[in-house]
């Protein structure tokens, strides 16, 4: 009995002090914002000044725990909450001051009055754009739904700008912008964030799809950020019966525990499931991958998640302001966290540790295969990742290849069906014509290599005695790199056909005419096919197909 008095009262003192810190912290810094307003030399503007420190008071803890100003408030809700909003149905980007139409959403305003990617806004309502900023751009053309709007576009191959009357329209982005078959038997399922609604429109596809007497599935989550774990719960329970545990969420004090389990009977508990993930895949995603792989119900495939095992809550703060702070870490049902980055122990630099190799911990499946914490989720099956040469991405970067797709579409009016669409070697030279007048230098490792070189051998003082052998390699060098375009064909052509496709069957067409080059979606098939191995991967036995050579902790059943 003495005992907890004794402890009660330690932790009376400790709360007491705790309480006394904050309001002696809080005093000091109203102190020194106050003066600085009153005596700083120069005019201060005090919202910037007061959010500056609020920032970098957060910086000190992890990059998610983030405040969240009255201005900023409308682009949160579109990221984290629901990508609901009124408006015209397109994405806007700028380049040397100029403002471009980068994406149009099929069957919203845009689309319909034939605004295309690639169309340069000239002006909004006969407000000039020049000097505009994206915010700026972006919040002129949102506005109450049915209200009108007058576009002045600037259209490549079209000699006068070309004016558009748009009647603004509730623009509703789902949760997953493409499911359909991939074969007779087998659906698809795109998933690229966990907003409101996302377990239900997962639901919703596969009833669709069930249309179809399905034999599999396979649900994509590649590049999937995360969002809501409420609604990761439900896309787990879409596959999982009632009552199972998913995920637990655990807090600094014990009484911060919250257990998430299934609620309702699932869908399909039993369809052959492949889920794809890659380094993209984080937060909620790796909620849904690490439930179902724990609990032996998907085979995941593809190459290491993000690796985020943290969990955030949005708070109301005075002025119509949030600030969104991690209260907890998540554990899958095995019991693992799959955290990768520790930011309350950082280097001397200011970077948070990453978890060693050497400190993973092992744990089971609920089949007993091993699987292990603290550096995301490890696939069962790795597909080794599409590492593009330099040529390719300069290429994208300095956007030739989006030019050239708007290009492309201002010359012809139509092409083949998405899944079919390739470009044909003559159409390839033209490109390669395209780009002769283009700058597209870039410095490839090799030439990396000889300029390192060279600053060496001149630090030496000895340029001038190998000066012609010298010369000579980087004349060889130059020549290899001018055929970089007939030799990385291949790859260059698979983003020019996907950009090209998207000017005429937007973003479902980006997805159906990838599936012809995609090694993930073509394993995941042959495994779905192959019952014997699906089953042998989930059972923990036998031996299966691993395409490259996974990195780090894994573990190969």
Known sequence: MCVF??????????????????????????????????????????SKLMKTGIDAMLNELDPYTQYVP??????????????????????????????????????????KADVRVGDEILAINHVSLKDKSPDQASLMLKGP???????????????????????????????????????????????????????????????ELQKNKLTGLVLDLRDNGGGM???????????????????????????????????TDPLEPHLPLVVLV?????????????ALQDLDRAVILGQRSFGKGLVQQTMNMPYNSLVKITIAKYYTPSGRCIQALDYAHREADGDATKVADSLMKEYKTKAGRSVYDGNGIYPDVFIKPVDYHSITKVLVNKDFLFDYATKFRSENSKIDEA????????????????????????????????????????????????????????????????????????????????????????????????????????????????????????AGSGSYKVIGKPTGNYSKN
């Open 419 to 538: 899944k079919k669409f390739k470009l044909g070697d003559a159409a390839y030279e033209k490109f390669m014509t395209y780009l002769s007048s283009k700058d597209y230098n870039y410095d490839t490792p090799t030439e990396a290599a000889l300029n390192e070189l060279a600053e060496q051998v001149k630090k030496e003082g000895k340029s001038d005695e190998i000066k012609v052998e010298f010369d000579a390699l980087k004349a060889k060098v130059y020549h290899s790199k001018k055929n970089d375009l007939n030799q990385f064909r291949n790859e260059i052509k698979e983003i020019l056909e996907n950009e090209i496709v998207s000017r005429y069957y937007f973003e479902h067409g980006r997805f159906e005419q990838s599936f012809q080059y995609d090694k993930e979606l073509k394993e995941a098939l042959r495994i779905l096919s192959e019952r014997e191995t699906m089953a042998a991967i989930l």
């Open 229 to 263: 774990v409420s609604e990761a719960i439900k896309v787990v329970n879409v596959f999982v019966n009632r009552d199972v545990k998913v995920a637990v969420q655990k807090g600094r004090h014990k009484n911060q525990t919250t257990i998430y389990q299934t609620t």
């Open 5 to 46: 008095a004794v402890s009660v009262g330690m932790l009376s003192f400790a709360f007491v002090d705790d309480l006394f810190l904050v309001s002696k912290n809080l005093d000091i810094f109203a102190s020194v914002y106050k003066e600085i307003n009153l005596s700083y030399v120069d005019e201060v503007n005090t």
């Open 145 to 207: 739904q049915n209200t009108s709007l007058k576009l002045l576009i600037s259209r490549m191959g079209v000699s006068k700008p070309i004016e558009k009357n748009l009647i603004r329209a509730d623009i509703r982005q789902s949760n997953i912008p493409y499911y359909g078959l991939l074969s007779d038997h087998v659906g698809y399922i795109k998933l690229d964030k966990f907003q409101i609604n996302a377990g239900q429109e997962v639901a919703d596809a596969l009833l």
């Open 70 to 111: 009255e201005s900023e408030m409308e682009d949160f809700k579109l990221k984290f909450v629901s990508s609901e909003y009124d408006g015209i149905g397109a994405k806007i980007g700028t380049r040397n001051g100029k403002v471009f139409i980068s994406e149009v959403f099929e069957k919203f305003p845009a689309q």
């Open 278 to 290: 890659n380094g993209g895949a984080a937060s909620a995603s790796e909620i849904v991958a690490g």
